[in-house]
Nanobody, 115 residues
Framework: QVQLVESGGGLVQPGGSLRLSCAAS????????MGWYRQAPGKERELVVS???????DYADSVKGRFTISRDGAKRTMYLQMNSLKPEDTAVYYC?????????WGRGTQVTVSS
C-alpha cells in the first residue's frame, strides 16, 4: 500500500525559511504527478505547487518566487523549500501524489509563521 509521510514543519519567524519533505513508500517506483497543498483554519485546502513526471511545475500566485518544489532522482521523495515566509503561509501542509487516476495524501505537517 502507498504511504506518504511529511516532515519539516515547525515554527518560524516572518522572513525565515523551512524545507518540507515528503517520503513515499510502497510497491510502486514513482508517481505521475506530485504536489503540495495547504489548509489554514476555516479555509479550504488549496494547491501550493505541483510537479509532473517531466518536471513541469505549477505554483500558486501567492508563493511564486518564494517556494520551490523538487524531487530526488528516484522521484520517491519530494521537497518544498519555503523562503521569505509570511504569516499568511501558516497552515497544515499536505503532500499529494497521483498514480494513474488515484490520489494519495499524507497526514500533513504544521507550518506556523509568527513573530
Amino acid at each position: 500500500q502507498v504511504q506518504l509521510v511529511e516532515s519539516g514543519g515547525g515554527l518560524v519567524q516572518p522572513g525565515g525559511s523551512l524545507r518540507l519533505s515528503c517520503a513515499a513508500s510502497g510497491s510502486i517506483a514513482s508517481f505521475d504527478r506530485m504536489g503540495w497543498y495547504r489548509q489554514a483554519p476555516g479555509k479550504e485546502r488549496e494547491l501550493v505547487v505541483s510537479i509532473t513526471t517531466i518536471g513541469t511545475t505549477d505554483y500558486a500566485d501567492s508563493v511564486k518566487g518564494r517556494f520551490t518544489i523538487s524531487r530526488d532522482g528516484a522521484k520517491r521523495t519530494m521537497y518544498l523549500q519555503m523562503n521569505s515566509l509570511k504569516p499568511e503561509d501558516t497552515a497544515v501542509y499536505y503532500c499529494n501524489a497521483v498514480l494513474y487516476s488515484t490520489d494519495y495524501w499524507g497526514r500533513g505537517t504544521q507550518v506556523t509563521v509568527s513573530s
